[in-house]
């Protein structure tokens, strides 16, 4: 590095721009802001979203269907959800898809009657169009620019971020008025779809600052794929049927409820599906839908429909489970001055309880977080007076040793995947399994603390963030004493009433958990 | 795993440097990108849809494959994510047709609408 810093000032700097990153900087543009965008990746392309297609849980505002709709995943989630906030993310989807529509020009599929029907877009068709409107909007957009660490003044208020040019050479400096996070969850680099930029840096670089985080015990989200591919579409698997390979079919297996049966079979043999409940109909419909999901068969010589083809299940983390930064109220705000948490970045609690945010809520929760929290930011950043006092850096593990580095960034990544992919440690979760992964977690965080070896920081920190998630994910596991949601404890099997209370998780050298309120305030 | 770059259709626009989300190519000398960080690539096709004279091919495998493709064993396969996702001239974009079928659920539950 020996290229002299860019230099940047502006009113918000928003941290990625997949759905959540790109919403937030519209907003602030939109709200008469100054805004850069950073992207570990290329905005347009980064991200679970942009690789994949996704529904969106854009409602009709008829009092009934939102009912049903606010209904429908509160059991599941263990009531931990939040009916205010429910109901102003559908408000916030509903008219931003709309005006999506109109600006975006997103070429929605119509109906037989000839309306638009705006439940869901394809990935990469929304995320170029979402590219065009920031930047038309005015937005500065520094790609290939991965985040390393918040820059906080005296006080402790966040006023901007440093990170590394990969493509350009050397490191950027930008002193904002406000900061938003919307670097997506953590999904340990299992291969998911999309999901390798998913690392968890914008976590670790807010707890370094101060944020606390919540939900992080419902953080095992597993997809299913084929096994050899990357392309994670479980809810086309609702229409398969499940094998032992001599053929015989796997009771009980499911991709919903019977997931759990794959994952337990997975351990020792390979399961098989086939999607032999779908008809012609389903097949066109299917290669419609979702054309990428026919590139892992179509390309390997297998007929998904006649064929019958192993199965896995890769790690989806906090990206499809709904752990993530707590928030202070619907702005998006954050324990910390100056800085707001959108998307998976952020806790999907608030409309997912303890369920998977996966598909629909995660995509509006990401418009709407975003477009929230561009706008408090903008509104923030006009408050900031000096725009020049004082900064220091906040980033710690992987970037500032404390001792030696002995071991290289993609070996940490390696043993922490060991800890956290296995299926019988994080999705078939038993106290006696986890106390051991933790231990073990906790040693590659003194590892990554003392230093570790690897030419490009924001490698050091990818590994450093997967770190500190697993440890929290683990922390949160073990102190909620009970089954709940997806957090499912072989060893504490039900629901406790006891329980049903969020539970907060933070601290870097010294994990911490706190049991939390329901209420927060919409 | 991106596998190949064909310096036959490549046109050096370097889209693939730019678009790639994990950084996979480098520029290469001669115009044509090397693949440069194979081990990086999240097999998530964009490339392929980015790429405006479909040079590029993503093999389905999460992990590289044991020997090196050759192009003509895939050439009728360049280009067609792009297809299907509807993106070039003169085609319909993918996302105006994009009605999937309705989420089957398990017994007892009630079916969902058409995914989209």
Request: aromatic share 8%; proline share 5%.
């Amino acid at each position: 590095m020996t290229d002299a810093p860019l230099e940047i000032e502006t009113d918000v700097l928003v941290a990625e721009g997949g759905p959540a990153g790109t919403w937030a900087a519209l907003r602030a543009a939109d709200a008469g802001a100054d805004v850069v965008l950073v992207d570990k990746g290329w905005c347009g392309a980064s991200g679970a979203t942009a690789a994949a297609g996704t529904g969106v849980w854009y409602v009709e505002p008829d009092p009934d269907t939102r009912e049903a709709a606010m209904a429908s995943r509160e059991a599941l989630g263990g009531y931990l959800a939040d009916r205010g906030w429910m109901a102003r993310v559908l408000d916030e989807t509903y008219a931003g898809m709309n005006e999506f529509a109109e600006r975006g020009r997103y070429p929605f599929p119509v109906d037989d009657e000839g309306r638009q029907i705006r439940r869901g877009v394809q990935g990469p068709e929304y995320m170029r169009r979402m590219r065009m409107l920031v930047r038309r909007a005015g937005v500065r957009i520094l790609d290939h620019s991965p985040l390393l660490e918040l820059l906080t003044d005296a006080d402790g208020a966040v006023v901007g971020a440093v990170g590394q040019r990969r493509q350009a050479g050397g490191d950027y400096r930008v002193r904002a008025g406000a900061v938003v996070l919307a670097t997506g969850g953590c999904a340990f680099a299992s291969g998911a779809l999309g999901t390798h930029v998913d690392t968890g840096d914008g976590t670790l670089a807010a707890a370094e600052v101060g944020a606390h985080l919540s939900g992080m015990e419902f953080s095992n989200a597993y997809a299913i794929a084929p096994a050899h591919s990357s392309v994670t579409k479980t809810a086309y698997y609702s229409y398969a049927s499940f094998y032992r390979a001599d053929g015989t079919v796997l009771e009980g297996a499911g991709s919903t409820r019977g997931r759990s049966v794959i994952a337990r079979t997975l351990l020792s043999e390979p399961v098989l599906a086939r999607l032999d409940h779908a008809g012609p109909a389903e097949r066109e419909a299917m290669r419609r839908g979702q054309p990428n999901f026919f590139l892992a068969f179509d390309r390997a010589g297998i007929d998904p429909f006649t064929d019958r083809f192993p199965i896995t299940l890769l790690a989806e983390g906090t990206v499809r489970g709904t752990g993530g930064i707590a928030l202070a109220s619907t702005a998006c705000d954050t324990d910390v001055p100056g800085l707001y948490a959108a998307g998976d970045t952020a806790t999907r609690e608030y409309i997912c309880g303890g369920f998977t945010g996966g598909g629909s809520h995660n995509a509006a929760w990401a418009l709407s977080s975003g477009s929230w929290a561009g706008c408090a930011a903008a509104r923030y950043a006009r408050t900031a007076t000096d725009r020049h006092r004082v900064a220091t850096g906040a980033g710690g593990a992987g970037l500032r040793p404390t001792g030696t580095g002995r071991l290289a960034a993609r070996e940490v990544i390696r043993e922490v995947q060991g800890q956290v992919l296995p299926y019988d440690l994080n999705y078939l979760r038993h106290g006696d399994r986890l106390w051991p992964a933790l231990e073990k977690l906790h040693g590659l965080w003194r590892e990554a603390r003392d230093g570790l070896v690897d030419d490009d920081p924001w490698r050091a920190r990818e590994a450093a963030a997967m770190t500190a998630t697993a440890r929290w994910m683990y922390t949160a596991a073990l102190a909620r004493d009970e089954s709940r949601g997806m957090h499912k404890r072989e060893d504490r099997p039900g629901l406790d009433p006891a329980w049903h209370q969020r539970l907060d998780v933070g601290g870097l050298d010294e994990p911490w958990t706190r049991t939390a309120a329901l209420e927060v305030a919409a | 795993m991106i596998e190949i770059v064909s310096a036959e259709r490549c046109i050096g626009c370097d889209r693939c440097v730019d678009i790639c989300p994990t950084d996979v190519f480098d520029r290469g000398s001669g115009g044509v990108p090397v693949i440069a960080r194979q081990a990086d690539c999240q097999t998530c096709f964009l490339c392929e849809a980015w790429c405006p004279v479909d040079a590029l091919f993503v093999a389905p495998e999460r992990d590289p494959l044991p020997e090196r493709l050759d192009e003509a064993d895939v050439g009728g396969t360049l280009g067609s994510y792009r297809e299907a996702i509807g993106w070039g001239h003169g085609r319909t974009p993918g996302a105006r047709i994009a009605v999937g079928p309705p989420l089957r659920h398990e017994p007892g539950d009630r079916p969902g609408p058409p995914l989209v």
